[in-house]
């Protein structure tokens, strides 16, 4: 099938509501073009360089979320260009963020990323760590970031409990900052999990961002 076709299937089954981040990692930008003249307008991307680099040759109006792990001193590199930041693990990272936003006097929407895979190797805030840094004085002296919902990503498993047990968990995590923090927030809305492998599970709990490439553009 056509690029068009696998986005035109997805979109049919993803539910209304749902946001889809079509995950363009690796792809030229000839194929995201394919992709915008066919409606999608939100991409993800993993690595600064590729997202500075395809960035000026896009449409203007592409929403570019940065989904990887970032390091500190890659950060002035994708706040003037990115929508959202998925993939905020650290206070310090958050900390960087507002700093590099304040230079250009852009507010930049930002996720909390918590680890709820039993890999260890994923990335993430816990509980604690979370609640530390939202109930520090120096949390409030942040400007230039919007704090709009949290990321997660689950176990790599064919255990399909497993799977919806940790985005139950990150829902959880999502309805109990809402409710302790950001109750009054117009912006704290975003529960960002699901990819190609387990999108339909994170959609079933809660899931309002989803992140696919592998069923849109193919194995990499």
Request: charged share 25%; net charge negative; aromatic share 10%.
């Amino acid at each position: 099938m056509t690029l068009q076709e696998n986005l035109y299937n997805l979109m049919h089954e993803i539910q209304p509501g749902v946001k889809l981040v079509a995950v363009s990692k690796t792809q030229p930008v000839e194929a995201i073009r394919i992709l915008y003249d066919a409606g999608q307008r939100i991409f993800g991307e993993n690595k600064v360089q590729e997202l500075v680099t395809k960035q000026p040759k896009l449409p203007v109006d592409i929403e570019w979320h940065y989904i990887g792990h970032l390091q500190r001193n890659k950060v002035k590199f994708i706040v003037p260009v990115t929508s959202m930041i998925h993939s905020i693990d650290t206070f310090k990272l958050l900390k960087e963020v507002n700093k590099e936003a304040n230079k250009i006097s852009r507010k930049v929407n930002c996720l909390l990323q918590f680890h709820i895979a039993t890999e260890e190797t994923k990335f993430g805030l816990d509980w604690e760590e979370a609640i530390e840094m939202l109930t520090s004085a120096e949390y409030l002296e942040l400007k230039f970031v919007n704090i709009c919902g949290v990321m997660g990503m689950s176990t790599f498993t064919d255990d399909e409990a497993l799977v919806r047990q940790e985005f139950r968990q990150l829902s959880s995590i999502f309805h109990q900052l809402k409710e302790t923090f950001y109750k009054d927030s117009t912006h704290f809305t975003e529960l960002s999990m699901g990819m190609s492998s387990d999108y339909r599970i994170a959609i079933e709990e809660g899931s309002t961002l989803v992140r696919i490439g592998t069923m849109i553009f193919g194995p990499r």
